[in-house]
């Protein structure tokens, strides 16, 4: 995976990893989609008999009864990303919060076997930053020995993230028989990513280091998603999704800024291991931006479902999800995993509860390696209520992700950070039929 690495002289910083589209490029499942796909964990591949399935998979679409409306908002969500000792014993803290709608989709009929619909989803949503200040540090080992008695008075860095994703599109499904259904959803997919990073760093002797980065991608494309429905027996289902993106347009645009004065950086001219030239003041200053419209390349994603009814009041639900490896940037193949349930306490009050995982893409971190992406794996908890009348219906519902895992963000070194990701979702969300 493509990674731009910024350094700081002064402590040798890589001040962030990034592929060259995406905000959360390590996992797949950021956001959960609808009201009671969210509750059920996104074990939703089997059922997907509401609105939410023209996204999940519209061959479920055949089971809805009638028209359908469904509107899911997400009403908050937040995470919070800590890497530990990174500098001079302290940590990074990156916090991400959104207000956002995510979801809504429209259901027809159309003659006795087939039904459409139309869907739009927001499966990431990320607004990140990073303000911290930290006083009092030592230079790196590597400069130490030719700015004797100089210190870091301060090191400042502010960091700021948006990332969107966007899908709209129709959908199309047909009655094959009473066993078998299929449909296919042709979403429109845009995707824009943007960070603005700045770094100042002030030494005791008067010296100063700052670099600025700015770095933006936006992708547009076709997102098909085709989709199997089978029962077999009688209170049992089994569903299957394929989905790919298929990048029409890319392009991105980066610029480093960069200054330094009044510090020492010694330099073995020789090779023979003995600093015989130190240089100070350096600036780069570039005219404009660059750019590139390079794709990137995208993993096919298969999802596979079974659902069981053992009563009237209750489902229970599991899903497979199958990201395929995709090697030209680093990325493994990822399987992820996710359960849920639903319970009529009565016919106006229902309940819901999920679990899933949400694995990262990259190899599990090296003792012996350098510039390595981060290894976070993530796992979720999701819980809803849901309140009935003849035609409509309410859903109040949250959930919790939760994981720890490896970094490595010292530039060409082979230290490796501990860290840890948390966040948590409260959504409302309300559906109408007719």
């Known amino acids: 995976m493509k990674r731009f690495a910024y350094s700081i002289l002064i402590a040798c910083m ?53 028209r359908n409306i469904s509107a899911s908002v997400n009403a908050y969500y937040a995470t919070d990303k800590t890497y530990k000792s990174v500098i001079g014993g302290h940590g990074w803290e990156r916090t991400s919060a959104s207000l956002l709608p995510n979801y809504f989709g429209v259901i027809q009929p159309l003659g006795n076997k087939i039904k459409i619909g139309i869907s739009y989803a927001v499966p990431e949503s990320i607004m990140a930053d990073q303000d911290q200040t930290f006083t009092d540090l030592p230079l790196s080992s590597s400069i130490a020995s030719v700015n004797p008695g100089v210190r870091i008075s301060s090191y400042i860095i502010n960091f ?18 009473d066993k078998l259904s ?31 980065t700015y770095f933006q991608t936006e992708e547009k494309g076709l997102r098909p998603v085709l989709g199997f429905m089978f029962t077999p027996i009688d209170k049992l289902s089994l569903g299957i999704s394929f989905s790919k993106i298929f990048l029409t347009d890319s392009d991105t ?24 030239q130190t240089l100070s003041d350096e600036a780069s200053l570039p005219d404009g931006q660059s750019s590139t419209s390079v794709k990137r390349k995208v993993p096919t994603q298969v999802n596979l479902g079974v659902a069981w009814f053992p009563t ?29 349930s639903e319970y009529y306490l009565s016919k106006n009050w229902a309940t819901r509860a999920g679990f899933y995982t949400n694995y990262a893409n990259t190899p599990e971190i090296s ?17 809803s209520v849901s ?34 990701s948390t966040g948590w979702m409260i959504f409302l969300s309300s559906s109408y039929s007719y």
């Open 253 to 276: 645009t980066f610029q480093n800024t960069y200054r330094r004065q009044g510090i020492a950086v010694g330099v073995d001219t020789d090779g023979d291991g003995v600093v015989d």
């Open 182 to 212: 299929t449909g296919l959803t042709l979403y429109y997919y845009q995707r824009k990513t943007q960070f603005i990073l700045n770094q100042l760093i002030k030494t005791t002797n008067g010296g100063f280091e700052w670099t600025n």
């Open 312 to 340: 009237s009041s209750l489902l229970l639900s599991a899903d497979i999800g199958y990201f395929t490896e995709v090697k030209e940037q680093g990325v493994k193949q990822v399987t992820n995993f996710a359960i849920g």
């Open 367 to 383: 003792s012996s390696g350098v510039n390595q992406n981060e290894h976070i794996d993530l796992y979720g908890l999701t819980a």
């Open 14 to 66: 890589v001040s962030f990893l990034t592929g060259t589209a995406t905000a959360d490029q390590f996992h797949y499942t950021n956001l959960l989609i609808g009201d009671r796909a969210s509750g059920m964990g996104g074990a939703y591949t089997a059922v997907s008999d509401d609105a939410t399935g023209l996204y999940y998979n519209p061959a479920g679409i055949v089971y809805s009864a009638g």
């Open 387 to 420: 309140h009935f009348t003849r035609n409509t219906s309410v859903t109040l519902g949250a959930g919790y992700t939760f994981g720890e895992g490896q970094a490595q963000i010292i530039g060409n070194s082979t230290r490796i950070q501990d860290a840890e």
């Open 160 to 177: 700021n993230e948006e990332s969107n994703t966007y899908n709209f599109g129709p959908s199309i499904a047909y009655e094959l028989s």
